[in-house]
T-cell receptor, first 115, second 114 residues
């Protein structure tokens, strides 16, 4: 089937290693960020989020780091598994005046996990 | 399955035809969004509903596009007089009300214009 992100930067890792995926965001006023995982032929799947009043948040095998000074996010995946192979997007929230929001997605990174 | 559901999964049509896609959000979610994604890119925002009210539309949404959410539950996205450039994945997402709530996506409708 079709692949998401045919010409995206690729991070190749060995199974069991840790992975770090980086993302730069554009709006210094953004106060909420989400990492999504997208497998081929599927929609983006929520992984973890972080609010701007935090600089680190941990989930199951995943950690997100936020550096507001340089507008940088990273997603760390511990003990990477073949099932982690996908395209990863960071997204920042752009707020409308009514208090609701839309997601602004970054360019995406393909993670390839090799046995 | 209590996630966001989209139908059809794939649609192939000739240029100039009209197409309609359906999205069923997570049942308790008041907010519903449509996005479009082309190969190699992240999703781009198209429009937003809060309950039945369409509160925001992107400049990407030309007058050939119309979206509805008549009863505040499911939503439809219609494209009239389709063009080659409309070929893309159309994604629907929903979220709860409140400040920063994560948006949860369906698996999309892949539109191919012949």
């Amino acid at each position: 089937g079709e692949s998401v992100g045919l010409h995206l930067p690729t991070l190749s890792v060995q199974e069991g290693d840790n992975s770090i995926i980086n993302c730069a965001y554009s709006n210094s006023a953004s106060d909420y960020f989400i990492w999504y995982k997208q497998e081929s032929g599927k929609g983006p799947q929520f992984i973890i989020d972080i609010r701007s009043n935090m600089d680190k948040r941990q989930g199951q095998r995943v950690t997100v780091l936020l550096n507001k000074t340089v507008k940088h996010l990273s997603l760390q995946i511990a003990a990477t598994q073949p099932g982690d192979s996908a395209v990863y997007f960071c997204a920042e929230i752009s707020m409308f005046s009514g208090g609701y929001n839309k997601l602004i997605f970054g360019a995406g990174t393909r993670l390839a996990v090799h046995p | 399955d209590t996630g966001v559901s989209q139908n059809p999964r794939h649609k192939i049509t000739k240029r100039g035809q009209n197409v309609t896609f359906r999205c069923d959000p997570i049942s308790e979610h008041n907010r519903l969004y449509w996005y479009r994604q082309t190969l190699g890119q992240g999703p781009e925002f198209l429009t937003y509903f809060q309950n039945e009210a369409q509160l925001e539309k992107s400049r990407l949404l030309s007058d050939r596009f119309s979206a509805e959410r008549p009863k505040g539950s499911f939503s439809t996205l219609e494209i009239q007089r389709t063009e080659q450039g409309d070929s893309a994945m159309y994604l629907c997402a929903s979220s709860s009300l409140g400040g920063n709530q994560p948006q949860h996506f369906g698996d999309g409708t892949r539109l191919s214009i012949l």
